[in-house]
């Protein structure tokens, strides 16, 4: 198991290091990289300043030394807008997404997993029929106008729901969150639902297909063969063998509906980091974009490792390190 | 073993009549009736795509025939000009919302397809390559591809256009990366499993050379699980289209897609005039069901899995 | 429940699948006894229905499937008029069965020990560990060595044959009257079948269990089976107490099956075949399934062949029978 881990571990760290080099890349040497750097009003005296300031008239691969020592002291530039280091910006926005992405993703879960499970059991039947329909349904509606929809219907019609901006928050561990208070839940119950949509759809798609296979299969039979109740057939023998593929899934997902949250973000105005980026790539405020990006690669990476680590360790069948005695 | 002396002659029973497999493939797909109305739809989407200069009441990119004192007309309102219904109403510009649906229908699905079309390409090539020249190459283009993979569309298409800016092309291009890796993994592992299978060997043996036996034995079957993929993808193309270019990263001003012309409108969403956005939404959802529809009914008759 | 009445008696039993392409018989009037502690053997090639009887018995069937006819009375009650929850407690308690793929009918994510007391618990109201010492108790009757290690392991941990031991073990857990094997060990080495073989019937033996061993392994059936049934397209087409029929085989396709057992031949003969190939189950009619590779047929097999008794404890079913 340690081995595994030490393994995936360096090959995550490696992935980190290259994608660095990619933003570095695409961020200096692509175009012109004082006008990248630079914000865009300053003069020439300025640029040539900036210029030898930030050692862009130094070969290549040391700026990029440069760059990485920065990154990794946490120095990603200043913002051009705000004028506080980049990083900065990020982080302290960073628990709204998450706040959001988490939400959003334990309602996907609490639903669809029950939803997908019921379609996976009786495909032919209203129900079953009626699920597998709503998820093509929520896996087609584009989030941004299933936003929209839900402002006009919430917001402009019933006037039951603000249409932006997050609630009150308190402090938890240090961090501010809004989930605790009414006035909170007022405000993250569109966003969450709107960015639940599509991920409750591929739950739902997901569970269906991997209860119709598990169904089909020989243990399933034998598992009826031995009388077992028709609750315990399902809840332990069918569950425990889609869970694993589900958990992976979900573990991954999570990833994307953290990027994804940029959409729902800029429709609810809700001041998170995909608010930020966008923001800062309509202003050009190019360092925040960079601190964005790497903040949201390392957290990908992270997550893609926790998920390969934790797969291991849910599926008894693959082996980890001692060989198996099977033969 | 006794010789059968006396034998009458048996009736020979005449074998069931074979279909071809793409009648029993049409036949199958036209079991569902939702896939079907859902073909239904999308043909119907397509051709009006393709009509759009002829059906579209209004050139709206013409500014000679707008007429701004028509702007934000609900839908049914007449213009106070040329006395014309605008079906859907009309946006700030006074542009008639059903032209605008026409035309950014056209330009949305083009850029999917194309996208589609060419990551397809791209894809293609690589997983065939990967697949049958195994080694370097093999671990090379797949590693690539799952990395790439494990990051969300959205990001890179994201980290794209922070990079290169606005425009058509760029757009393509960011879609196009976005999607070759599902392609070149779908192949990759169809591919493998078919250059296994014993007519490999022997054309092997036949000495064919390699691309012939890439391109005549390998890929014919590698195609179904590769249609299911590229129907799905064209419905994704659109939509992250649209998602892009509502962020106003998209395409330009001068060639609204629905996302656009839905970006368009949501200034005025609050103020209750929700037609701007909400129809081109509608047809956006039309198109992306539609397509979905058919990708789910394709791929449960294509995999061999589910069949009894 | 009458002591006179058989273990298991099916009379007339038809199960259909009712598919897109067209109704496939798979069991096709299907009539047979099994008596206590006696071993009678389905026999068959793939397709011929023999596994689908075994399920039909078991009230396993799945649709398209569906028994559409027929009577299964186990120690004379008829299994018909249970609803599903009272045939349901019969499974796994009074009928058990074993599946051929022990891989695939133990559940690869789930440890040994929750999956045998499980089975006790679903039919006897007693503890965990009580159900746990039972489990313990039967696999050491099956001969796998420290069972309480095995206990905590999983599925992919065994080797072929302790995983059928397993699968063996379990369905003697709740002391079944009636087992049902399904060619328990054709995905078995050949000196791993003879030792399960072997310790099946020393089991039935013991427990005064009957079992109904389903093979398309003529050579298994002769060293084990008290009675044979043979089974070609859905239909019995001879059975009765194995000696008789093995010695005297009157049906072409029971003389042709034993004729095609490699250890008959004197070595250097070629092997005999039979020839043609099984038909689709779809193009099947009323007259003898057989009679397109049958050396013996005649215009007669067109029609439906009766079932005749040619001996008191012997069922046939054909018009042209070698003597």
Not at chain 1, 33 to 59: C, F, I, S, W, Y
Not at chain 2, 104 to 111: K, M, T
Not at chain 2, 123 to 143: K, P, S
Not at chain 3, 224 to 234: E, I, N, P, R, T
């Amino acid at each position: 198991m340690l081995a595994f881990t030490l393994r995936r571990l360096g090959q995550s760290l490696l992935v980190l290091v290259v994608m660095s080099f990619l933003v570095f890349v695409g961020v200096y040497a692509i175009g012109n990289p004082v006008e990248l750097l630079v914000n865009p009003q300053a003069d020439e005296v300025e640029r040539l300043r900036a210029t030898a300031a930030l050692g862009l008239d130094k070969p290549f691969l040391e700026q990029y030394a440069t760059f990485l020592r920065g990154a990794l002291h946490g120095d990603l530039g200043r913002s051009f807008v705000y004028n506080v280091p980049a990083i900065q910006l990020i982080l302290d926005k960073l628990p709204a997404t998450l706040e959001l992405a988490g939400a959003a993703m334990l309602v996907a879960m609490a639903l669809g997993i029950p939803l997908g499970l019921v379609a996976g059991l009786k495909p032919t039947s209203w129900i079953g029929r009626t699920i597998m329909a709503g998820s093509i349904l929520g896996f087609s509606l584009p989030t941004f106008w299933v936003g929209l929809v839900l402002i006009m219907l919430f917001s402009v019609h019933l006037g039951w729901l603000p249409p932006n901006g997050r609630g009150q928050t308190v402090v938890l561990l240090g961090v501010p969150v809004s989930f605790l208070t009414l006035d909170g839940l007022r405000h993250l119950a569109m966003p969450a639902a709107n960015l639940a949509i599509f991920k409750l759809s591929l739950l739902v798609r997901l569970t269906r297909a991997g209860t119709r296979e598990a169904l089909l299969q020989d243990y399933v039979k034998f598992a009826r063969a031995k009388g077992l109740p028709p609750r315990r057939v399902i809840g332990v023998h069918v569950l425990k063998n889609i869970m694993i593929p589900i958990v992976t899934v979900i573990g991954l997902e999570l990833g994307s509906v953290i990027a994804f949250a940029v959409v729902t973000e800029s429709i609810f105005a809700w001041p998170g980091s995909g608010k930020l980026l966008i923001d800062s790539i309509n202003q050009l405020d190019r360092p925040v974009i960079v601190a964005y990006l790497l903040v949201t690669v390392t957290i990908f990476i992270a997550i893609n490792f926790v998920v390969d680590v934790l797969y291991s360790a849910l599926d008894p069948r693959v082996s980890l390190g001692a060989a198996a005695s099977a033969h | 073993m006794n010789s059968a002396a006396g034998d009458t002659p048996l009736v020979t029973e005449a074998p069931a009549a074979a279909r071809s497999p793409w009648r029993r493939f049409a036949s199958e797909f036209a079991e569902s009736r939702i896939a079907m109305a859902g073909l239904l739809l999308l043909a119907a989407i397509v051709v009006v795509a393709i009509a759009a200069p002829w059906l579209s009441p209004q050139n709206p990119y013409d500014l000679a025939q707008l007429d701004v004192l028509d702007s934000k007309l609900a839908p049914g309102e007449h213009s106070s000009s040329t006395g014309k219904p605008y079906w859907l109403g009309t946006d700030d510009q006074g542009r008639d919302m059903l032209s605008g649906i026409f035309y950014g229908l056209r330009i949305s699905l083009s850029v999917g397809i194309a996208s589609t079309a060419i990551a397809l390409a791209i894809g293609l090539v690589l997983g065939l390559a990967a697949a049958y020249f195994e080694g370097w190459v093999d671990t090379a283009i797949m590693r690539v591809a799952d990395i790439q993979l494990s990051f969300p569309a959205i990001l890179i298409a994201l980290i794209l256009l922070a990079m290169m800016g606005q425009g058509t092309g760029k757009i393509i291009a960011a879609l196009v990366t976005v999607q070759w890796a599902y392609y070149a993994r779908t192949v990759r592992s169809a591919a493998l499993v078919e250059r296994r299978k014993e007519y490999i060997e022997a054309a092997r043996a036949l000495a064919l050379s390699q691309p012939r036996i890439l391109f005549r034995h390998l890929l014919p079957n590698c195609l179904p699980p590769l249609i299911v993929v590229a129907t799905v993808q064209v419905a994704h193309a659109i939509s992250l289209e649209a998602t892009l270019s509502f962020l106003g990263l998209g395409l330009p001003i001068t060639e609204p897609s629905l996302g656009l012309l839905i970006a368009n409108g949501f200034q005025y969403l609050l103020s209750g005039k929700y037609w701007i956005s909400f129809y081109p939404g509608l047809a956006l959802l039309a198109t992306i069901v539609s397509i979905n529809l058919v990708a789910d009914q394709l791929r449960d008759v294509l995999n061999p899995r589910l069949k009894r | 429940m009458s002591d006179s009445a058989p273990l298991l008696e099916v009379e007339g039993l038809r199960m259909h699948f009712f598919t897109r392409e067209g109704v496939v018989k798979a069991v096709d009037d299907v009539s047979f006894r099994v008596e206590r502690g006696r071993v009678l053997g389905l026999v068959g090639e793939s397709g011929s229905g023999k596994s689908m009887t075994g399920y039909s018995v078991m009230g396993l069937v799945d649709p398209p499937g569906r028994v559409v006819a027929g009577r299964i009375a186990l120690g004379g009650m008829d299994l018909a008029s249970l609803d599903e929850k009272a045939r349901r407690k019969l499974r796994g308690g009074r009928i058990a069965m074993i599946f051929q793929d022990p891989m695939m009918t133990l559940n690869p994510v789930l440890r040994i020990d929750t999956q045998m007391v499980e089975a006790v618990l679903a039919h006897q109201p007693v503890s965990r560990a009580s159900a746990l010492q039972r489990s313990r108790e039967a696999l050491e009757r099956v001969g796998i060595p420290s069972p309480d290690e095995r206990l905590r392991s999983y599925p992919h941990e065994f080797s072929g044959g302790m995983r059928q031991r397993v699968a063996i073990a379990i369905a003697m857990l709740n002391r079944p009257d009636l087992i049902i094997a399904d060619e328990p060990t054709t995905a078995l080495d050949v000196t791993v079948q003879g030792q399960i073989l072997s310790e099946m019937q020393a089991l039935c033996r013991e427990t005064g269990a009957g079992l109904i061993w389903i093979t398309h392994d003529l050579s298994v059936i002769a060293g084990l089976a008290d009675d044979v049934c043979v089974m070609y397209a859905g239909r019995i087409v001879e059975s009765g107490p194995v000696d008789e029929v093995l010695d005297r085989p009157m049906h072409p396709y029971t003389r042709a099956l034993i004729d095609s057992v490699p250890s008959r031949n004197t070595p250097g003969r070629p092997l005999a075949q039979i020839r043609g190939m099984a038909p689709s189950p779809l193009a099947l009619d009323e007259g003898c399934a057989f009679r397109e590779r049958c050396a013996r047929a005649i215009d007669a097999c067109r029609a439906a062949p009766p079932v005749g008794s040619p001996s008191a404890r012997r069922t046939l079913r054909c018009v042209n029978p070698a003597a």
